[in-house]
């Protein structure tokens, strides 16, 4: 089963609109957390976003903001307030604890955002 | 605030020669990861690695590839005989603790064609 799921390939949202971008993931840990990572055309992977599995309250990053729905095992990025400079691919991301030290990371397969302005 | 630092950010390469890409991650981080992207598609693990050894690898890491911390900063991923299908992102990143709540630091990633 796949870790992380994200069913959409490709959003468009009108500039100064808001945008959710959906992501569910699998595990069977109770102590786990998720991430969102912007990867613009330039290729560098840049970290917005986290909520650890305990975590009561959605977190909030600036325009970026998280609906965690713990039970339906769904994180999706909310962006608020558009901007052009938002064009970018976007992957959620989840780290699951292990006893060893090897890969804990899963990426899921990116939402490509286009802003239009 | 602290980077993974990644180089080249760009390398084209012949089919069949050997290839090294530099990263450098975090100063007091332990726990180091090569992943690739190839165009379009998601970012794939190859190698996790540990108190100077490799902990994890995927199926994708084979005798080709190698990863060495040869000076205590430096992690680098050497690609022994690069083939067309070696083209992609890859990605270096490091992290301080085991615990979920800590998220990877992505270097900004080298781009390699191999033509």
């Known amino acids: 089963a796949q870790k992380i799921t994200q069913t959409q390939p490709g959003m468009f949202v009108q500039e100064k609109e808001a945008v959710t971008l959906d992501c569910t993931y699998d595990?069977?840990?109770?102590?786990?957390?998720l991430f969102w990572y912007k990867q613009p055309s330039s290729g560098e992977m840049i970290f917005l976003i986290y909520q650890g599995s305990y975590d009561q309250q959605n977190a909030t990053e600036g325009r970026y903001s998280l609906n965690f729905q713990k039970a339906r095992k769904s994180a999706n990025l909310v962006i608020s307030a558009s901007q052009l400079g938002d064009s970018a691919m976007y992957f959620c991301?989840?780290?699951?604890?292990?006893?060893?030290?090897?890969?804990?990371?899963?990426f899921g397969t990116g939402t490509s955002l286009t802003v239009i302005p | 605030e602290p980077e993974v630092t990644q180089t080249p950010s760009h390398q084209v390469t012949q089919m069949g020669q050997e290839v090294i890409l530099r990263c450098v991650p975090i100063s007091n981080h332990l726990y180091f990861y090569w992943y690739r992207q190839i165009l379009g598609q998601k970012v794939e693990f190859l190698v996790s690695?540990?108190?100077?050894?490799?902990?994890?690898k995927s199926e994708i890491f084979d005798d080709q590839f190698s990863v060495e911390r040869p000076d205590g900063s430096n992690f680098t991923l050497k690609i022994r005989s690069t083939k067309l299908e070696d083209s992609a992102m890859y990605f270096c990143?490091?992290?301080?603790?085991?615990?979920?709540?800590?998220?990877?630091?992505f270097g900004s990633g080298t781009r390699l064609t191999v033509v």
């Open positions: 595990t069977s840990d109770p102590s786990y957390g």
């Open positions: 991301a989840m780290r699951e604890p292990t006893t060893n030290t090897g890969n804990q990371f899963y």
């Open positions: 990143a490091s992290t301080k603790q085991e615990q979920s709540n800590y998220g990877y630091t």
């Open positions: 690695f540990y108190n100077n050894e490799i902990s994890e």
